[in-house]
Nanobody
Framework: QVQSVESGGGLVQAGGSLRLSCATF????????MAWYRQAPGKQRELVAT???????NYVDSVKGRFTISRDNAKNTVSLQMDSLKPEDTAVYYC???????????WGPGTQVTVSS
């Protein structure tokens, strides 16, 4: 069962930056593709970025060029560098396996990101 703890969120002005981190436990991290997801108030959870076990990254169009996902297989962590933040990036951010996330039963507490205009 995947266990994760996200950190690094906060309140930032539009145009600012944050770096999120996710510590994972309980599974062979280096063998799995990982992802960051987010859930804005009143909206469904959505995919933000993915990274393969080998480090290849992909992003949804709304964050391309602004967010960078990375991983450290030695430390079982995945990170999300977020630059040029916009108010519409406000959400709770979660990390988890890449996949059919709507069926995932296990989620960490998430970390709140709030971007003020």
């Amino acid at each position: 069962q995947v266990q994760s703890v996200e950190s690094g969120g906060g309140l930032v002005q539009a145009g600012g930056s944050l770096r999120l981190s996710c510590a994972t436990f309980g599974f062979p991290f280096s063998s799995y593709a990982m992802a960051w997801y987010r859930q804005a108030p009143g909206k469904q959870r959505e995919l933000v970025a993915t990274i393969t076990s080998g480090g290849s990254a992909n992003y949804v169009d709304s964050v391309k060029g602004r967010f960078t996902i990375s991983r450290d297989n030695a430390k079982n962590t995945v990170s999300l560098q977020m630059d040029s933040l916009k108010p519409e990036d406000t959400a709770v951010y979660y990390c988890n396996l890449k996949g059919d996330f709507k069926s995932f039963a296990s989620w960490g507490p998430g970390t709140q990101v709030t971007v003020s205009s």
